[in-house]
Structure formats: C-alpha cells, structure tokens
C-alpha cells in the first residue's frame, strides 16, 4: 500500500499536525522519524485541542499505531507526561503506541550542558534552543561513548555501570563549567530512569522490524516530520538549525524504512514564514506587519510559549526545503491570516552585498544574513476565508497569490487551510 511523507518545507511549526490528523485515517500507522520534544504540533478536532510533542498525530485517529522510530530522541518523563495528558483528554494508547528500543535517551545532564552554550558569557553560543536536550543528546549519540538508548533501560546491571560511568565524566565537566551545577548522583538518575523504563515497557519494541512486517503486509505508513527543512542540520541555515535530518532526508535513516516505500510527499508550507530562535531571516518584518501576521496568526510557540518571528513568503528558501524533502505536492497553511492586507511580498530572489541576484539558498550563514530579499508584490484580499471549502470559494486575489507559489515552487499545490479546524481545508484539484 502507498506510504506518505509529510514535511515542513520552511523553520517549522508549517502546521505539519493539521495535515497530519487530516490524512492519516487512510494509513495504518504515523511514523516519527527524528527530533523529540522540540516539536509542538496543534490539532484541532471538532473544537478541541491537543498538543503533540513526542507522540505521533496518529494517535488521535482511533485504530491507527504511532510509532516513535529509532532516530527520535526521548525524555521519558516527557513522553510519560505527554501520554497522561492526552490520556486525560480521551485519547486510548492501549496497543498503540510503539517506541524504538533503538531510540536515544536524554538524561538530566543534557539539560545541563545546553545551558553551558544557551546561558554562556558570549551571546555569539545562543541558538535559541528549546532547551529540552535535543542537541546535547544527539552529539552523545554521534559520540557514541556516552549515548543510552531505550533498550539499555531493560538491562539494569549493565545500564547502571554505564550510567555511572557516564555521570562522573558529566560532572567533572559541569561542575567546573557551570557554576549553579549541582552534581548528579549516578545510582540515583539510574534507578530514576529505570524506573521510567518500566512504566515504557509494553510500548517498547523493535520498530523497525515491526514497520517491515507492517509493509509485508501491505499496510500503509505515514511520516510525520518535526521541525522543517530549513531547520535540517544538513541541509539548513546552519548552525541555527536543530540537531537532526528534518527535512524528509531523515526518513530512512531515523525510520529503518528506505524511502522507496513512500509515493507521496507532501510539503507543508505557511502562506507567509516564521522562526522561532535565532539565525538570518531574510523576508522578517520586524515591524507592524509582522506584528499583524504575529496576532492574527496567533504565532507564538507552542513549547516554548516564545513570540515567533514573523515575515513575507520567503520562494528561494522554500524552495530549497522543497528540494532537499522532494516534495511533489504542496499543502498551503494559515492563509486566511493574510486577509486584509492591500498587498501581499513574496521574496523571489535574493540581492547578495556585490547586487549580485541568488535565487539558490545560500549555504553560508554570513552570506545568508547579508541577502537582501528582492520582492514581487502581489494584490491582496479583505475578504475572510475561514468559511471558504472549496477552490471556488476563494476571491480570486487569493488564488493568484496560490498560483503565484506554487510556480515559484515549481511543485504543484493540492491542498489550502483556512482555519485550524479539520474542515477548515479546500482540496484543489
Ligand atoms: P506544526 O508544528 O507544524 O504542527 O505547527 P504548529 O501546531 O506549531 O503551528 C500551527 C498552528 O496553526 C496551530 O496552532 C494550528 O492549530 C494552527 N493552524 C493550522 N492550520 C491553520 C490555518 O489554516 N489557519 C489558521 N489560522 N491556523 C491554523
Ligand atoms: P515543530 O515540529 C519551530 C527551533 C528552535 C531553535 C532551533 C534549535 O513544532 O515544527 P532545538 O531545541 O531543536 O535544538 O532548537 O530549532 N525549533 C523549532 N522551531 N518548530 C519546531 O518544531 C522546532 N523545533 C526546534 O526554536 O531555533
Ligand atoms: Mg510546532
């Protein structure tokens, strides 16, 4: 059976869950292939709100497996609190729910050291992390001496030295880095966490292995992306970007599935741009319009509660995050927050510092921040579009700006949200 990605084309927080939940009834398991509790996804169903953060959306479709695949990284008392939450909300995980015995573990200690680089002297260190261990947590997976995964929590002797080992080496270190470190007692983070692996344990499993039989089987699979591509340590504006392949060049590496699985690839894109954190921006309206979107749009992050930067459809960057996630398809998000203005920027090319036009994202951040964004101005709309459902409906403004997009993108758009509700979504076909 045919498997779909879906992928944030831009910084994030595209509104990657939306399309999520909207599509998967016709899959039989969600796949979350990287990052961990960085990721704040917002589904709205039938007037109610819930918030994913490490669980896959799926898990909010009755009949549907959520698999948390080996390339996510995991904080258990995060991923314990989620599962309560959403539990309290209705949401049933009996036999649904599968993390990879593969996957890495954030320990206190990751916490710690972000703060080393987010709370140093020198603000050059600051990324605007979401500080929830992310990177700390991948460099000791890279690292390979220092890395626990899940299933190192189901052999407690072993794991126990090696959490020992691993807290005095981390202690030296914090202790004369940070001057408010208050060492850790290994045995005590050892039983600690062991007993969060007992709590974890029915959800535990080989996924890979387990997506395999699923794809033996004939069922289909959907990959849901966190963050965007042009957060990708690879592939995005580096260094400010998040510590794992998130653009959909993830996929196979954090899944155990070779993409060639997957026959439908869907972008998610706003109609606008925002970024959470630092890094160049080149289309950022620091100003009232930003501020408009910022409002109207109701941007401000949903881990970290922090005011999102706001700005113009930004066509070379995302562009590029639609190359690198070989999107053949394009969702448009939010567009209904862009009523009202007389005329609507989208960024075409870039100026270099020598007037020299780029139309290809550049790779470097210095290059990056001194690009300025050469404009198309296109009419805008006033009308509200959070009743429109269908193509027809939209005033025309709006579909032109649509079309304009999608050219610019060179990959067609199938689908336009209007509101965060499942209905609030147009099918063009
Ligand atoms: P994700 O991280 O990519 O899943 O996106 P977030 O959930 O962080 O941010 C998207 C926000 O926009 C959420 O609060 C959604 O409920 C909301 N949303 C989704 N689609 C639309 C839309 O078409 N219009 C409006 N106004 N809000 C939307
Ligand atoms: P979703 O899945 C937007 C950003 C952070 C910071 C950078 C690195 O909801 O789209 P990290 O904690 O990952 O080391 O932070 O990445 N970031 C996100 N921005 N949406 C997200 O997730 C993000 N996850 C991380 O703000 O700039
Ligand atoms: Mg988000």
Redesign the pocket.
Known sequence: MPSTCVV?LQW???????IVDLLCDRHDAVVRYQGGAN????V?VDGTTYKLSLIPTGILRPGITAVIGNGVVIHPPALLAEVERLSGQGVDFKGRLLISDRAHVILPYHLAEERLTEESSSTADHLGTTRRGIGPCYKDKVGRVHGVRVGDLYHPERFRSHVARIVEYKNRLLTAMLPDYTPLDGPTVADEYLGYGEKLRDYVADTTAWLHHAIESGKSLMFEGAQGSLLDVDHGSYPYVTSSNSSAAGIAAGSGVPTRHINRWIG?VKAYCTRVGGGPFPTEQDNPVGERIRQV??EYG?VTGRPRRCGWFDAVATRHGARVSGATEVAV?????LSGHESIQVAVAYEDKHGKRVTDFPADLDDLAECRPVYKTLPGWSEDLTKARSWNELPATAKSYIEFLATELKVPVSIV????DRR?TIHVT
């Open positions: 944030g994030g927080d595209e509104a990657k869950g939306k990721a704040g996804h917002t709205v998610i749009g109701r949903t998000m939010l567009l209904d927050v949200s209007v509101g965060p609030q």
